[in-house]
């Protein structure tokens, strides 16, 4: 089983600024890795998959970069609404395994 | 829309037997893979299980493999969870999910919730 770790734990972010999440696989999964938002009491939102690529409807402030074990999301501008948890998933092996989550928070 | 509607969801007694189900509408259900996420309150995302378009391909995670039994019926556009011998470390919202083709589930329903519990 490919374990996912997600770093850091927490952060904690003020309106505007960047946000950089880093996820990482215990071997490689090429590029297929996923991010998702997720809000409390809503489902997951998918946001990029193919570790760069942007799912509709997902805003152009959110980018991801990576390939092989490090992986990362940014977030150019944090606005209102991305304050939330926030999950990588490899998508490259059975069993399909998500990251602990990082929870973006308002400094 | 897309959309994705659990059922089934309940309280359960531990060692017992609970099957959840998902309805899927507007979209060609035959064409795509379906999973199962399940996630304990207050905790993170744990892939359950996921099955191919056409059943061929199914896998399970460790912690339920030999318990759980996913199944389709595309005839139905559903989608079920077979859950046996629960126990309280199952206790959590179960989600279905559609996989999309070349990676990442881009659409999910809003949860059924199951409590294992005496």
């Known amino acids: 089983e490919i374990v996912m770790t997600q770093s850091p734990a927490t952060l904690s972010v003020s309106p505007g600024e960047r946000a950089t999440l880093s996820c990482r696989a215990s071997q490689s999964v090429s590029s297929n890795l996923a991010w998702y938002q997720q809000k409390p009491g809503q489902a997951p939102r998918l946001l990029i998959y193919g570790a760069s690529t942007r799912a509709t409807g997902t805003p152009a402030r959110f980018s991801g970069s990576g390939s092989g074990t490090e992986f990362t999301l940014t977030i150019s501008s944090l606005q209102s609404e991305d304050f939330a948890v926030y999950y990588c998933q490899q998508c490259n092996n059975w069993p399909l395994t998500f990251g602990p989550g990082t929870k973006v928070d308002i400094k | 829309e897309v959309q994705l509607v659990e059922s089934g969801g309940g309280l359960v007694q531990p060692g017992r037997s609970l099957r959840v189900s998902c309805a899927a509408s507007e979209f060609t259900f035959n064409d795509y893979a379906m999973h199962w996420v399940r996630q304990a309150p207050g905790k993170g995302l744990e892939w359950v299980s996921g099955?191919?378009?056409?059943?061929?391909?199914?896998g399970y995670a460790d912690s339920v493999k030999g318990r759980f039994t996913i199944s389709r019926d595309n005839a139905k556009n559903s989608l079920y969870l077979q859950m046996n011998s629960l126990r309280a470390e199952d206790t959590a919202f179960y989600y279905c999910a559609r996989g999309r083709i070349g990676g990442g589930f881009d659409y999910w329903g809003q949860g059924t919730l199951v409590t294992v519990s005496s």
């Open positions: 099955i191919s378009w056409n059943s061929g391909n199914i």
